[in-house]
């Protein structure tokens, strides 16, 4: 059911796209750079904390480079601290490369496919399971999503992590280590944001 509602929404984006294809061009003075921050994080954190489910500290920030008329580069620093019966920490860079079919520049919808790399460690302060784990994902990615213009070059993105594939290592509180590969669930993909910036 998920999977049908994301190609709905990625369908529609490209048909919405369709008709502005001409209008929508590159022109060589404006903006190849951007710097925004995620919004989504914060969102989440009060959510969280509304609910009582401890205090989350998100930080995200996003720089993306027009490298070709319909290709962009994308590189975001994710970090996030939690705070609940101990703590965790994830830290988690992203490198991108979008391809934008129907315009050029930064703007309209955009394909992406990504590498990450998070790294995540917790302590649990509980009595039956006391003491420090990490664990360490790299993977793969795919995500779609759709640039908004706004004025005084203003840029809004919303991006969706779909298909995540990657290999996990997992060290637990005793030192025993696992692994093995897993394929991610969007709804848990770090590349899901609704970031605000400014094209320059």
Not at 17 to 40: C, H, K, M, T
Not at 57 to 67: A, T
Not at 133 to 161: K, N, R
């Amino acid at each position: 059911m998920k999977a049908r509602n994301v190609f709905l929404v990625v369908l529609f984006m490209i048909v919405l796209s369709s008709p502005f294809v001409a209008a929508e061009v590159q022109g060589p003075g404006e903006p190849r750079n951007a710097i925004s921050v995620d919004l989504l994080g914060p969102i989440v954190a009060c959510a969280f904390l509304i609910a009582g489910q401890g205090v989350v500290i998100p930080v995200g920030i996003e720089y993306q480079r027009v490298i070709s008329d319909h290709f962009t580069l994308f590189f975001m620093g994710g970090l996030i601290y939690r705070i609940f019966d101990g703590w965790a920490l994830d830290a988690y860079p992203i490198v991108e490369v979008d391809w934008h079919p129907f315009h050029k520049g930064l703007k309209g919808f955009h394909v992406g496919l990504l590498g990450s790399f998070l790294y995540e460690q917790v302590y649990s302060s509980a009595a039956e399971t006391q003491g420090t784990t990490y664990w360490y994902h790299p993977a793969m990615e795919l995500a779609v999503g759709w640039q908004f213009l706004l004025p005084a070059s203003i840029i809004l993105d919303l991006t969706l992590g779909l298909l995540s594939v990657g290999y996990d290592f997992n060290v637990d509180v005793n030192g025993v280590m696992t692994s093995g590969l897993m394929l991610g669930d969007p709804m848990e993909s770090n590349r899901t944001s609704l970031s605000l910036g400014f094209r320059f």
